[in-house]
């Protein structure tokens, strides 16, 4: 009867030896995955893809979207209409409805840091070519330049003859400024003109 037990007990033994060797030949044949990642390229939305490598691993292959304009990661993008980029929440700019990048933004509606100092300033009253000099540190003479070019542009009307005109800001310059605030309003020579145009009205009020 003990014989009977010890040959018992061999078999159940052997048995197991045979499924640790299985284990063993599975573990050598298993698929092994490996992880790459890398930055997406310009105007590719990044994801995933699997490759098969030659001794039988497959390599997961990740590729890491970011803006395409400040190279930020971001857990949001948007496409610029004009060109197709990524574009992070502070990369996006909003004109008619429709996203836009800086470089397509300035093509489809082009201002120059120059003029958008000038626009500031017609904006808050200042109109005659002295005051606007004074407070945004252009010259005289290119301040008169720039005032021709946003008239061309329709973001500012003159009205009246010779010395007595008057310079106004249209719906288009609002417009524009309003856009290119996401642009140059961060700079600090244009921090600095609207803290002197404010305290300019301050004293005269």
Not at 48 to 77: A, L, M, W
Not at 167 to 185: F, N, P, W
């Amino acid at each position: 009867m003990g014989e009977k037990v010890n040959s018992l007990d061999l078999k159940r033994l052997l048995e197991k030896l045979r499924e640790v060797e299985k284990k063993i030949e599975q573990k050598q044949t298993h698929v092994v995955l490996e992880e790459t990642s890398t930055i997406a390229k310009e105007k590719e939305w990044g994801g995933k893809s699997y490759i098969q490598q030659t001794n039988g691993g497959v390599v997961k292959h990740v590729r890491i979207p970011v803006c395409d304009i400040c190279g930020r990661i971001s857990e949001k993008f948007s496409s610029c209409t004009q060109c197709r980029k990524k574009l992070c929440p502070d990369c996006s700019i909003v004109y008619l409805t429709k996203i836009f990048c800086i470089e397509c933004l300035q093509e489809l509606l082009p201002l120059t840091k120059q003029e958008y100092k000038i626009l500031i300033a017609i904006f808050h009253g200042i109109n005659d070519n002295g005051s606007i000099s004074k407070v945004t540190k252009i010259d005289r003479e290119e301040v008169n330049l720039h005032k021709r070019s946003l008239k061309e542009k329709g973001f500012i009307t003159v009205k009246g003859f010779l010395f007595f005109t008057q310079t106004q800001i249209s719906e288009k310059g609002i417009e524009a400024l309003y856009v290119y605030d996401r642009i140059y309003g961060k700079d600090e020579d244009v921090i600095f003109l609207e803290s002197e145009l404010r305290r300019s009205i301050l004293e005269k009020n």
